[in-house]
């Protein structure tokens, strides 16, 4: 019988039903120490997509870290058909440095394709481009909101193709959010090589929360069984389809001071409900702020000090009629699903 290709990157030979992590190299730090990407891959003895995970972009957004780590523990893949390519931590400079940038203060989702000749973050992009991204068929990449916000979770995609669309259902997140391309992103750059990328936010940075990682491991295998890479056999598949919304905004401080809330991520609110209510801090003058739209809320800051003018509540418009109770029921399978504990996954 044919041996699978062994699979290549960054110079190395990983065999077909085989494992291994490989470190690319990034750069030499001013003090000698050198810097790399490490990436973890499984080539299955079967032909299959290729599908790469990645964290971190962002340094400081920890969770998808601990997503990576407890979906390289599972023992889903024995029979993998395919190639999975797990790059836990993009961005290591900003995840040592607790930072969402890079040491030149670039964004490095603002950064792609990059070149070999450019920036530090170009250069770290165009690896990721070339040695990741230009190997797959489909991506998944973890963020989370930034400090002192947090995410529910939700799956972000290029309305363009019915068929990712399918895979952001399939992923079982409560929210799918059909969102335009930036400039200079992951997932604009990779779209146009033909690589299609699911975005999951979720929690908020520097922090770990469980149901956003329970939520993150459970939907990347159920994108892999979609994709027929692995078996159905203990995968958590989900019982409601996800909410989908086609825009959202935020609602902004009417005036500096402390901020007492009163809605909260996974909550739908009505055009004109209190969301919470700024003061100064001797109780003299108080704002209240209401919602500007009807929809679900899908991220607030945490921060109860804040500026005039700061984003408070990211409200997303759902044309759902029963958005309310799918939602709640996303919630309910949430919290009941013992096989989304790590212990079951894995």
Not at 119 to 129: D, E, G, I, W
Not at 169 to 189: M, N, Q, T, Y
Not at 218 to 246: C, F, K, Q, S
Request: hydrophobic share 40%; aromatic share 6%.
């Amino acid at each position: 019988m044919a041996t699978r290709p062994d699979f290549e990157i960054g110079g190395f030979q990983i065999p077909a039903g085989t494992r291994r992590t490989v470190d690319l190299p990034v750069s030499v730090l001013s003090d000698h120490t050198p810097v790399t990407m490490s990436a973890h891959v499984i080539h299955g003895a079967e032909d299959g997509p290729t599908l790469f995970v990645s964290a971190a972009i962002h340094g400081d957004e920890v969770i998808g870290v601990e997503i990576a780590r407890r979906l390289l523990r599972s023992r889903k893949f024995s029979r993998l058909q395919g190639t999975l390519i797990v790059v836990p931590i993009v961005n290591t400079f900003g995840f040592l440095n607790h930072s969402r940038y890079l040491p030149d203060r670039r964004d490095l989702n603002r950064c792609f394709p990059g070149s070999w000749g450019g920036s530090l973050a170009s250069r770290l992009a165009h690896l990721f481009m070339t040695e990741v991204v230009d190997r797959c068929d489909l991506g998944i990449d973890l963020h989370s909101a930034a400090i002192h916000r947090t995410n529910m979770p939700q799956i972000r995609v290029s309305p363009k193709h019915e068929k990712t669309l399918a895979y952001a259902d399939a992923f079982g997140a409560p929210v799918v959010i059909r969102s335009g391309l930036r400039d200079g992103s992951l997932r604009k750059e990779a779209q146009a090589r033909g690589v299609d990328i699911l975005l999951y936010e979720a929690g908020e940075g520097l922090r770990f929360d469980e149901q956003s990682a329970r939520v993150g491991v459970a939907g990347i295998l159920r994108v892999m069984h979609a994709l027929d890479m692995i078996p159905e056999d203990g995968v958590p598949l989900a019982e409601v389809v996800p909410v989908r919304a086609g825009s959202s905004s935020w609602e902004r401080a009417p005036a500096g001071g402390l901020l007492r809330t009163y809605k909260t991520t996974g909550e739908m609110v009505e055009e004109g409900d209190l969301l919470g209510v700024v003061s100064d801090p001797f109780g003299e003058n108080e704002e209240e702020l209401h919602a500007g739209q009807a929809g679900l809320i899908i991220g607030r800051a945490n921060m109860p000090i804040v500026n005039e003018g700061d984003a408070l509540f990211h409200i997303a418009k759902v044309n759902t009629p029963e958005a309310e109770s799918r939602i709640e029921s996303l919630h309910a399978q949430l919290e009941d699903a013992a096989m989304f504990d790590e212990d079951e996954i894995i």
